[in-house]
């Protein structure tokens, strides 16, 4: 075993291991190993022989004192009683490029602590892995030796410190901030039920620092949800899915695996300010398995228009893309008839073949609803989708949570790339960084959007929460009675939000709404900005409260500002912008109307320079898009 002396990594050459061989411990000594990156570090140690770990920032605590280990199906707890048999540390530092994303060029720069162990009483050899970035800190189990393995839970805790409030969230419910050993139990006899909570799970720590629980590289492993525990008011605990996310599909409470196998990672993700924690979010992508793909120029995200189940709607539908700067239409449920129907031969209302070569015949996209229920064999019918010339599948009610579940997710996705098709899959789905594997795996639901029309403190927690995990596909609202925001806060969404594949206009089935432009003056920002970006800068935000987010996109930026009921101006430097002037267009709350969807959209337009600020003034429930173009 190791020396009971603290284990911290030198400066090894990046990516380059340093294995270290196992030694005599003296008698009950801790034996520990810290990764360290930029003020972030984690630790893993082993305490009378049972395995811990923590996470600091600053030297100040993010994760106390917390459980690592996994339970097989037949009582073996892997983790109680070890001894460390080997270690292993490297640094890395690599910078890659994404297909498309939040930024054109993504760092990737950690230090990592391998552990092998071996379990004192059935001898079986496993290991934990811990990194530390400068964006936050990640854990996974490997099962080491071959042959086949039945995991029934993970025990892996999350001790937070005193004065923790977490935002808990399950399937599409809203929001609420509570403390982490008050998560309100909730669940069906058909689902998994207790005091669960859905990842991405955000914290916000005594001192100022908020923290993300994310997964990454999830891969046939069930989904993990974050439970409250008994007795220890500030810790949460791992809980592996045994039933599929609404209760459909049969109960797995345990996961058979072939090892050597890893684990998904467990990640935190964590900011010295809530905006640092938005521009942090790559950190589940660097975790991720690299792009697996060798052509992806076939891959393009850009905004949809969902069209009403007639020829002639998915015809001007065409127009209306080809008009308002749109790269895709898309005929949702009921093109094929009954949802769970065979997803195979349209409805005789939709000349489909003929809406298609419209569409690409005018650089338009066509994508396809399927219910999960209605793929059948996803070769086949991914197969046919492509010989009839369609760009994209939205997959249905994909209801996420066991590991054949999260088989069946990455399994279309793989092979729809096969057959150069976009994916976007909806309901209770969650993000584990599968979008740099699969980079036509564009965008995911698992959120609640305008389907159900949230509060504006709502959407401005999403940034912080949800939105760190991965992308999400919120379908935005413009000129939507039924909104409880402004419209220029809805506006604002196309910028703040991360969603390469972005609905608009979802409930607007009627091309002819917008007929008269001059009704509509936010029009023009939808018409320009983009879904994927070449730098993002997270410039002002509060959890709950406030956001202001500026992506740019080739020499142009894009601002967004969104903010809860309470109406606020944010001064926003624009520091950001390179030398020389530019056109602000701004698009602003005008006078409150009798509620935040009447209040209308004004738009203006000033010179600034990266020396001005801009104090963006926002009614309740509004928000601020604004476009800088190089003069």
């Not at 399950?170 to 069906?188: F, K, Q």
């Not at 912080?464 to 919120?474: E, K, L, S, V």
Request: with cysteine; net charge negative.
């Amino acid at each position: 075993m190791l020396t009971g002396a603290a284990l911290t990594a030198g400066m090894a050459a990046a990516g380059i291991g340093t294995a270290r061989p196992a030694l005599a411990a003296e008698a009950g000594a801790p034996v520990r190993a810290t990764a360290r990156m930029g003020g972030t570090s984690i630790t893993v140690a082993a305490v009378n022989g049972a395995l811990q770990w923590s996470a600091t920032r600053d030297g100040k605590t993010v994760v106390d004192a917390s459980t690592l280990g996994l339970r097989l199906d037949d009582g073996t707890v892997l983790g109680s009683s070890v001894t460390v048999t080997r270690s292993r540390y490297r640094t890395v530092h690599d910078t890659w490029s994404p297909v498309y994303g939040r930024n054109a060029t993504v760092t990737d720069h950690y230090q990592e602590q391998s552990w092998d162990l071996q379990d004192t009483a059935s001898g079986i050899r496993f290991g934990v892995q811990i990194r530390a970035y400068r964006t936050g800190v990640a854990l996974r189990y490997l099962l080491l030796d071959e042959g086949s393995l039945s995991i029934a839970d993970e025990l892996t805790t999350f001790a937070f410190p005193d004065g923790t409030t977490v935002y808990s969230a399950r399937d599409e419910d809203a929001y609420v901030p509570v403390a982490p050993g008050a998560i309100p139990v909730t669940g069906t006899p058909t689902t998994d039920t207790g005091p669960l909570t859905d990842l991405p799970l955000t914290a916000t720590l005594a001192g100022g620092f908020i923290a993300c629980v994310c997964e990454s590289s999830r891969l046939n492993f069930p989904r993990l949800k974050l439970s409250s525990v008994p007795g220890q008011p500030g810790t949460l605990s791992a809980f592996l899915m045994e039933h599929t996310a609404r209760g459909s599909g049969p109960v797995e409470t345990t996961s058979t695996v072939t090892a050597p196998f890893a684990t998904p990672w467990r990640v935190v993700v964590i900011g010295a300010t809530h905006a640092e924690l938005v521009d942090n979010a790559e950190l589940v992508l660097n975790l991720a398995p690299p792009n697996a793909l060798t052509d992806t120029s076939w891959i393009k995200p850009g905004k949809v228009f969902r069209c009403e189940l007639t020829t002639a709607a998915g015809l001007a539908g065409v127009d209306f893309a080809v008009g308002r700067g749109l790269q895709y239409i898309e005929y949702d449920g009921g093109w094929y008839g009954p949802v769970t129907s065979p997803a195979t031969h349209p409805i005789p209302e939709i000349d489909l073949p003929s809406v298609i070569s419209y569409a690409t015949g005018h650089g338009i996209g066509v994508i396809l609803y399927a219910d999960r229920t209605a793929v059948g064999d996803a070769d086949s019918l991914f197969a046919l989708y492509r010989s009839w010339g369609i760009a994209g599948v939205k997959l249905g009610f994909v209801l996420d949570g066991t590991q054949s579940m999260t088989n069946q997710i990455t399994d279309w996705a793989r092979t729809a790339a096969k057959y150069q098709l976009l994916i976007d899959m909806h309901d209770d789905v969650r993000p584990f960084g599968y979008e740099r594997t699969y980079p036509n795996y564009l965008n995911l639901e698992g959120v609640r959007g305008n389907e159900q029309f949230p509060t504006a403190t709502h959407n401005v927690t999403l940034p912080f929460a949800r939105n760190i995990g991965g992308p999400m596909d919120y379908t935005i609202c413009y000129g939507q009675s039924r909104n409880k925001t402004t419209n220029a806060h809805q506006m604002a969404m196309a910028a703040v939000y991360y969603q390469p594949l972005n609905f608009l206009f979802w409930y607007d089935k009627q091309t002819s709404k917008y007929a008269n432009p001059a009704n509509w003056p936010g029009l023009p920002w939808f018409n320009a900005v983009p879904t994927t970006w070449d730098e993002s800068r997270t410039l002002a935000g509060s959890i709950g409260e406030y956001i202001a987010v500026a992506r740019r996109n080739g020499s142009t930026w894009y601002l967004g500002a969104m903010t809860n009921e309470t109406a606020r101006t944010l001064p926003i430097p624009l520091s950001f912008l390179d030398d020389g002037t530019y056109t602000a267009t701004v698009y602003a709350d005008g006078e409150p109307g009798s509620s935040p969807f009447r209040t209308p959209v004004v738009v203006s337009t000033r010179t600034v320079t990266a020396a001005t600020t801009l104090d963006v003034a926002m009614a309740s429930a509004g928000g601020q898009a604004i476009i800088l173009e190089r003069s």
